[in-house]
């Protein structure tokens, strides 16, 4: 059986915490339990202080079989930030642009970039698979979209792994590959109606939104869209077209991370549930608790509630 684990963010300690309160003990380095298995759902770096003890600890877990891990965005974009552009030696899959280091900087300053450890990392993350499909269960960081999915098996191994050559193309926008990674890392965007726009949180217009894909009613697009809290109300509450959303047929349940959740633990529908509920946050923001949260999963098909297992230090 299986305990999913969310996106820890280098919040090692918490990652401790739990693993212990899970029932899990540390052995010659490695995080073990007699009866059951770890799923990592992603981002390991990015945020926390305890970036590379985390990327340790998940890392000699999966390599020593005590766990599973899928790719997230962070480790997508590290994978890119360390990776020069074939067609200019100059430049990287991942634009050194000044936002997108303030992004990754509290990694960079921890792996110490261009480290022997650091490029470890790299060859690492480039190992994780972007989905898992097994027997009962789904994972994927943030959007089981099929259709993107099929775009992705022409980019990935039998065991949806990234192939080598594959990553310059992955990272090319407006290529069939980069939607469809974008959708399975970092969720589904659909179109606004025309006319509509919002403003994201630097002011920037926007015409696509972010969405709840998971819904299952009251399907309207200011119902799915996840955008700044001032802005809701530029979202028309118009329906959104039949075939605009992957639907999920509740065969087998899904995890997902990814999507920095409040409040208390809970499945997102019978079938789906998200696993971030925002460790980083509880250490930054004064008005969130984050927690870092697991699912114990024992074969059930319906999820429940008290199934989730969390730790906010």
Same mark, same amino acid.
């Given at each position: 059986m299986?305990?999913l684990i969310g996106d820890i963010?280098?919040?090692?300690? *918490?990652?401790? &915490?739990?693993l212990?309160k899970?029932?899990?003990t ?6 073990q339990h007699p009866?059951?298995?770890?799923i990592?759902?992603?981002d390991?770096? +990015? !945020?926390g202080p305890e970036?590379v003890?985390t ?5 000699? /877990?999966?390599?020593a079989?005590?766990?599973?891990a899928?790719m997230?965005?962070? #480790? ?10 074939p067609?200019n030696?100059q430049?990287?899959l991942?634009?050194?642009? #000044?936002k997108?280091?303030?992004?990754h ?8 970039e261009?480290?022997?450890l650091?490029?470890?990392? @790299?060859?690492?993350?480039k190992?994780?698979?972007l989905?898992?499909?097994l027997?009962?269960l789904r994972?994927i960081?943030?959007?089981w979209?099929p259709?993107?999915l099929?775009v992705? !098996?022409d980019y990935?191994d039998?065991q949806?792994?990234?192939?080598e050559?594959a990553?310059?193309e992955?990272?090319r926008?407006?290529?069939a590959g980069?939607d469809?990674?974008e959708?399975a890392?970092?969720g589904?965007?659909v179109?606004l109606?025309?006319g509509a726009?919002?403003f994201d949180k630097d002011?920037n217009? !926007?015409h696509?939104i ?6 299952? #009613?009251?399907l309207?697009y200011r119902?799915?869209a /996840?955008v700044p809290? +001032?802005?809701?109300?530029? @979202? ?9 959303? *992957?639907?999920?047929?509740g065969d087998k349940?899904?995890?997902?991370? &990814? ?5 208390e633990?809970a499945?997102l529908? !019978?079938? @789906? ?8 946050a509880g250490?930054t923001?004064s008005?969130s608790?984050?927690k870092?949260?697991a699912y ?12 989730f297992?969390?730790?906010t230090?």
């Open positions: 299986y305990d963010h280098g919040y090692a300690t *918490p990652l401790k &915490h739990l212990s899970l029932g899990y540390e052995r010659e380095g490695v995080w009866d059951r298995q770890v990592f759902l992603g390991f770096v +990015d !945020r970036q003890e990327v340790r600890i998940a890392r000699a /877990m999966v390599e079989g005590q766990a599973l899928v997230g965005n962070h #480790e997508f974009n590290a994978v890119a930030w360390a990776t020069p552009d067609k030696s430049e990287f991942r634009a050194h642009s #000044e997108n280091r303030n992004q900087q509290a990694y960079l300053d921890q792996v110490e261009g480290s022997a650091h490029q470890a990392h @790299i060859a690492w993350f190992t994780l698979p989905s898992l499909e027997e009962g994972v960081h943030a959007c979209h259709p993107s099929r992705l !098996r990935t039998a949806q792994r990234i192939l050559g990553w310059p992955l990272c926008k407006g290529s980069y469809a990674l959708t890392v970092k589904l965007e179109p109606p025309a726009e919002f002011g217009a !926007r696509h972010r969405t709840r894909w998971w819904e299952l #009613e009251r309207t119902d799915l /996840m809290a +001032d802005q809701i109300e530029a @979202i028309p509450h118009d329906p959104v077209p039949e075939d605009i959303l *992957p639907g999920y047929a349940p899904l995890f997902v991370g &990814h999507y920095w959740l409040t409040s633990p499945p529908n !019978r079938y @789906i549930a998200c696993l971030d509920y925002s460790i980083a250490h923001e008005t608790e984050g870092l949260c114990r999963w024992d074969g059930e098909r319906e999820l429940s509630k008290d199934r297992v969390w730790v230090d």
